[in-house]
């Protein structure tokens, strides 16, 4: 019995991703899918985004072209597949302020905005330090900050520090600090009775290979290979999340991940997007 529907959104996909971005060490292993996605939970009279992508005409646009991510399309359409319209999302919690998974915030005019304070801080702190601490900014769309500073004059923006239950009821957020980014934060939520818990990685996780290595019969952390924090942490956020499901890798949910379509219920829409429903709410029907 739950009180919530997740489902994960497609909304774009590199054919030619490195695998040494998803895999730290992974050297001269060429390249991989990576499908690009948001996560959608309804629950009551919320309907909250985690992250939201990235907006293809403007620089994340270019970051996205610059790595090879094809067939972006608009959240209208992707959220449109579960009945809802942008107009519609109460909550965006953002993991991480890279340019995927913030820079389609203009697309979510009413929606009240959740990041951590360090996050914010950190990426002011490395733009401030001037061009030789640019490889720092991979990933980053220097706009999307201002677009945070434009929602805060507007009152839809509030920075979390540390951990937050209950940022919507059943709904939590956990810090992974100086991880993939300095202040990284996961999603947890409770779908009704307590028992049944979700985590929604960001990009602590990438994959289940980061939770597993190559042989899941003698399962091994494998980092992410892009941080700006460190792999150490990366294992340690990665570790704590799999303790709050009680090991069952399955419970976790990265975005990234090409493999979700094979655990939970999915089907491929008209613009060849994956839609994964993670699980239903009572009374909620089936997009898949
Ligand atoms: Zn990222």
Not at 16 to 29: E, K, L
Request: glycine share 10%; charged share 20%; aromatic share 8%.
């Amino acid at each position: 019995m739950g009180a919530h529907s997740i489902w994960v959104l497609e909304y774009s996909r590199s054919p030619v991703h490195p695998v040494s971005g998803v895999f730290y060490g992974a050297h001269n292993q060429g390249t991989m899918n990576l499908p690009f996605a948001y996560i959608l939970i309804k629950t009551g009279d919320a309907v909250v985004l985690v992250d939201v992508g990235h907006d293809a005409a403007d620089f994340g646009g270019q970051i996205a072209h610059s790595i090879g991510v094809t067939g972006w399309t608009p959240p209208d359409i992707v959220l449109g597949e579960c009945g809802i319209r942008p107009a519609d999302v109460t909550h965006v919690i953002l993991t991480h302020a890279h340019f995927d998974h913030i820079g389609g915030l203009k697309f979510f005019p009413n929606a009240k905005i959740f990041i951590q304070k360090k996050e914010l801080e950190s990426w002011m702190w490395i733009l401030a330090n001037g061009r030789r601490f640019r490889s720092l900014q991979a990933g980053l769309n220097p706009a999307d900050i201002l677009y945070l500073t434009k929602a805060n004059i507007e009152g839809r923006l509030e920075l979390v520090e540390g951990e937050r239950e209950n940022l919507v009821p059943g709904i939590h957020v956990y810090p992974a600090f100086d991880t993939h980014t300095a202040g990284s934060q996961y999603v947890v939520v409770e779908t009704g009775d307590g028992a049944d818990k979700y985590v929604l990685s960001g990009d602590v996780v990438y994959t289940y290979s980061n939770l597993t290595g190559g042989d899941a019969n003698d399962p091994c952390f494998v980092p992410p290979g892009l941080a700006n924090g460190s792999q150490t942490r990366l294992i340690e956020s990665a570790d704590e999340m799999l303790k709050i499901v009680g090991m069952d890798e399955r419970r976790i949910v990265p975005m990234h991940e090409e493999k979700l379509s094979e655990i939970y219920p999915s089907r491929v829409t008209d613009r060849e997007l994956t839609l994964v429903e993670i699980c239903l709410a009572d009374g909620e029907r089936s997009r898949v």
